[in-house]
């Protein structure tokens, strides 16, 4: 077994996180090793939106909102409460293109870059969470400064992990056909 193979098999998205701040240079240092992603035409199409605590901290509002408005107060304030406690957070988006083809191109590179960072992270000690339940909202968009112009992948969550979940993959034989 290789250590790539390890790290592939062994992380593991992060739902609840210990409250210490990560370190944003160790972020940003794994951000410019995740850019090595292979990405067709060379369009290098992510761009990264590093998240401080004031700009969490209005995403968590904008959620409670949303959340309070679909599903009443208490539902609203329980994520509100969830969604505080994560310590590092940062958004992946791209420019999309007007041809579909290559936007999605563009957004698959992005997901390989993403790949990328997270096991970068996670050999670091660090865990990832990829949520997308927000990202297509109007409201969150104007958040970041962004417009219907660019296509979000991911609102991320990094930290160093308080529990790993358990999983499992389907034996590999259900997911090859194999042709003549
Ligand atoms: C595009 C994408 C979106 C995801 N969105 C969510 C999400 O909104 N909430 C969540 O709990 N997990 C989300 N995940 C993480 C998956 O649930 C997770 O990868 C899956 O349960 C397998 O667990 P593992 O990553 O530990 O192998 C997302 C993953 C991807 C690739």
């Known amino acids: 077994m290789t250590v790539l193979t390890d790290l592939i098999r062994s992380r593991r998205t992060i739902h609840t996180f210990l ?14 090793v995740a850019c090595w ?5 060379l369009t290098e199409p992510w761009r990264f939106h590093l998240l401080g605590p ?35 957070w940062f958004v992946v988006s791209f420019r999309r293109d007007p041809d579909p083809f290559r936007e999605e191109e563009d957004y698959a590179a992005c997901c390989c870059a993403v790949q990328n960072l997270s096991l970068i992270l996670w050999e670091q000690g ?5 949520t997308t339940g927000i990202v297509q909202q109007p409201a969150f968009l104007q958040l970041l400064d962004l417009d219907a112009s660019h296509r979000v992948v991911g609102l991320f969550w990094y930290g160093k992990p308080a529990t790993v ?12 056909q194999e042709w003549a």
Do not use: C, F, Y
């Not at 409250?19 to 410019?32: C, F, G, M, R, S």
């Not at 992603?37 to 035409?41: D, E, F, S």
């Not at 660090?126 to 990829?130: A, R, V």
């Not at 979940?165 to 090859?176: F, G, K, L, N, Y």
């Open 165 to 176: 979940p358990a999983q499992s993959r389907r034996p590999v034989t259900e997911v090859i």
């Open 37 to 41: 992603a292979p990405n067709h035409k």
């Open 126 to 130: 660090l865990g990832l969470k990829w």
């Open 54 to 88: 004031k700009k969490a901290a209005e995403i968590v509002q904008l959620n409670a909102d949303l959340i309070t408005a679909k599903k009443g107060a208490a539902a609203g304030e329980e994520k509100r409460q969830r969604w505080s406690e994560m310590p590092g």
């Open 19 to 32: 409250p210490d701040p990560p370190d944003v240079e160790v972020l940003k240092q794994a951000i410019e």
